[in-house]
């Protein structure tokens, strides 16, 4: 489980030299449970993109984070429902660090599977492959999967899109068992009503920070029209910005309010 902070230092993330997500200086501590929100385009996929290692930083860095240790979660949209293989094999892809591409997995591991899966419901359906499952089940399937890569920390990009209520209930628990564990756990979300309920931290993101701290405090109405206001007035085309050299992270990162 990780024993230092998350820091987030004038990160700049885009794509082709052109900035999604500007000068973010940020502090996470162990054990967190942060929700990501912000109007759509506003970067926040592009920022777990970032954190999971996939896209390089334009600028800044990102401090106490092995990417060893770090599990990520895509949009629903990304991943390919028609592989033909069976839910408890797509489960098991979890152990992969264990066993390595082609490794078999033995009695011990294969237990760890079947509880994996009875922990989010599934424990019926290790057998049917994954075109016969419903989005809900799906998703419980991916979540299955996470719980064995034992990561010390977990970036989930809107993990209940197209998952009914009952299901959304449940694997929030599952994400709050995460982090009794000592994991942390980043999320991005677009209700946020449920990040009001259950969340301990929310960033709201407009290409910048807008707003850090607890939901209460970062989801205001002010806050949230400055959000969309960021956002509408951002230019796709516009060249690499380069943060002052005397910004510190409260002039340059999200404002606590």
Known sequence: MPSSSLVLENLTLGYERHPAVHHLHLRIEP????AIVGPNGAGKSTLLKGLAGLLPPLQGRIHG???????Y????SAIDRGFPICVFDMVAMGLWREVGALGRIDKGQRERCNAALAAVGLDEFGHRTLDTLSGGQFQR??????????ASVLLLDEPFAAVDE????ELVGVLKTWQREGRTVITVLHDLDLVRRHFEQA???????????APSEVLVSAHL???RQLHEA???????CVAPRSATATEQGARRT
Do not use: K
């Open 141 to 150: 399937a991916l979540f299955a999967r996470l719980m064995l890569q034992n």
């Open 31 to 34: 054990a967190s449970l942060v």
């Open 166 to 169: 009952r299901t959304t209930t």
């Open 73 to 76: 979660l895509p949009q629903l």
């Open 203 to 213: 960033l709201l993101l407009a290409r910048e920070a807008i707003a850090w701290g």
């Open 65 to 71: 984070l092995d990417h060893e240790r770090v599990a």
């Open 225 to 227: 029209a400055q959000a």
């Open 234 to 240: 951002f230019d796709d085309d516009a060249p690499l």
